[in-house]
């Protein structure tokens, strides 16, 4: 079933990168919290979607662009969490930092993982403890890699005080910034060691990203050292966290 779910996050990437491509103005749009929505969010949703019921008609999807009501998910113990376009901002200003994140949840833990950042020919999942990544055609496994001084990844969009105030805190390090669900790939193949978040994500956000940085040997905790936990629940937002080494 990985296989078949890398296959459709890259069905959705050639979707979203016909609209990134194409000559036209982008047409966006905003939703109630104020975050933009393109026609290449919309066109990858209906792609997951319907590969989804078709590979695992059984199992329930929880969507950024269709996410049930609390009513009918409450009880979810087994279920996709997809974001057909991490990094809508990225896609927008046309800097390829985006993503298709594709997770399955298993009482609470992403068990499957699937990132893909169609612009730059990047594919990385996971299952379980083992994760890959694929580039040009060459799939490689991927573990964390200690370094000393660190390299500290970073929201290319999302950087606050309380962000900035860790930084200095830290010691001698350097810093990468980078959009979407990409952070918890640099740290899962070993180019950086820490991906540090203070301000709000959704739940769909992580769940892809967390589940390669498992694979890979990392570990993704609040700032009380829990581990995130996608057990449904009413609001769909994130504590802040951590991406760390064991």
Known sequence: MLQQICELAQEAGYAIMKIYNAQ?????????DDSPVTDADIAAHKIIEAGLSRITPDIPQLSEEDPPLWSLR???QRYWLIDPLDGTKEFINRNGDFTVNIALIENGVPVMGVVYAPAKGLLY?????????EEAGNKLP???HDAKPPVIVISRSHQDSELMDYL????????VEIGSSLKFCLV???KA???PRFGPTNIWDTAAGHAVAIGA????????GQTLDYTPRESFLNPGFRVILF
Do not use: F
């Open 188 to 190: 899962a193949e070993g």
């Open 125 to 133: 999942y996971a299952q379980g403890n083992q994760a890959w990544k």
């Open 168 to 175: 200095r805190q830290m010691g001698e390090h350097t810093t």
């Open 217 to 224: 040997g990392a570990k993704v905790v609040d700032w009380n």
């Open 24 to 32: 036209a103005p982008l047409q966006v749009q905003h939703k109630s």
């Open 74 to 76: 409450q009880n979810w």
């Open 142 to 144: 991927i573990q964390v």
């Open 193 to 195: 060691q820490l991906y």
